[in-house]
């Protein structure tokens, strides 16, 4: 099994929609962090968490939410799709400067 | 704050000579600088990493990069690349609780 499972690999979703991205490690890392990917602009920080109860906002967090269920599982919802958050998404966690990530959840906004 | 940027947006070479990726970064103190690699459809790979030490880093797949701190760089080199090296590179800089990508560098090998 992979150290950092992302689920679902793809997924197409209507406007308006509430979608849920989620993310389980294997790694026992604290620290995890959700991405997205967009061409031509990297990858940028949506939101990130030290641990179960620290959870903080990265540079592009609005029209996004997070859950940190367990040191395992941290889960990016999308409340009200929108097509501009058409993008790949990646989570990863982290230790002692080492990043490990998903296999990314693709998702379409239609 | 920190920041990386990738000079070229996209890169042609041919098989067999050689590749040399730009990356600039911006940050406070001495950061950790890493290059990964994401082939088409499919998850980043680390190339390689640097936290201290030896500033010539190598990597997997022939891949070493260079610290410069005086420049603050890390540019990525291959002496020879094969068609398998047709791929975006991102450069990456952080520490042990953030990491800031660039924008990539799209890498196209011809015949």
């Known amino acids: 099994d992979a150290d950092v499972t992302q689920t679902p690999r793809n997924r197409i979703t209507k406007t308006g929609k509430r979608i849920m991205l989620e993310c389980s490690q294997t790694?026992?890392?604290?620290?995890m962090y959700w991405y997205r990917q967009d061409p031509g602009l990297g990858l940028r920080l949506i939101y990130y968490s030290f641990d179960v109860k620290d959870i903080n906002k990265g540079e592009i967090s609005d029209g996004y939410s997070v859950s940190r269920q367990a040191q395992a599982k941290f889960s990016l919802s999308l409340e009200s799709a929108i097509p501009n958050q058409t993008a790949l998404y990646f989570c990863?966690?982290?230790?002692?400067?080492?990043?490990?990530f998903g296999s990314g959840t693709r998702l379409t906004v239609v | 704050a920190q920041s990386v940027t990738q000079p070229d947006i996209h890169i042609t070479v041919s098989e067999g000579a050689s590749l040399e990726l730009r990356c600039n970064y911006s940050?406070?103190?001495?950061?950790?600088l890493f290059w990964y690699v994401q082939s088409p459809g499919q998850g980043l790979q680390l190339l390689l990493k640097y936290f201290s030490g030896d500033t010539l880093v190598q990597g997997i797949k022939g891949f070493e990069a260079e610290f410069k701190r005086s420049q603050s760089s890390f540019n990525l080199r291959k002496p020879s690349v094969h068609w398998s090296d047709a791929a975006e590179y991102f450069c990456?800089?952080?520490?042990?609780?953030?990491?800031?990508f660039g924008a990539g560098t799209t890498v196209t090998v011809r015949a």
């Open positions: 990863a966690t982290s230790d002692l400067g080492g990043y490990t």
């Open positions: 940050y406070g103190a001495t950061p950790y």
């Open positions: 790694k026992g890392h604290d620290r």
């Open positions: 990456a800089v952080g520490n042990d609780y953030k990491l800031s």
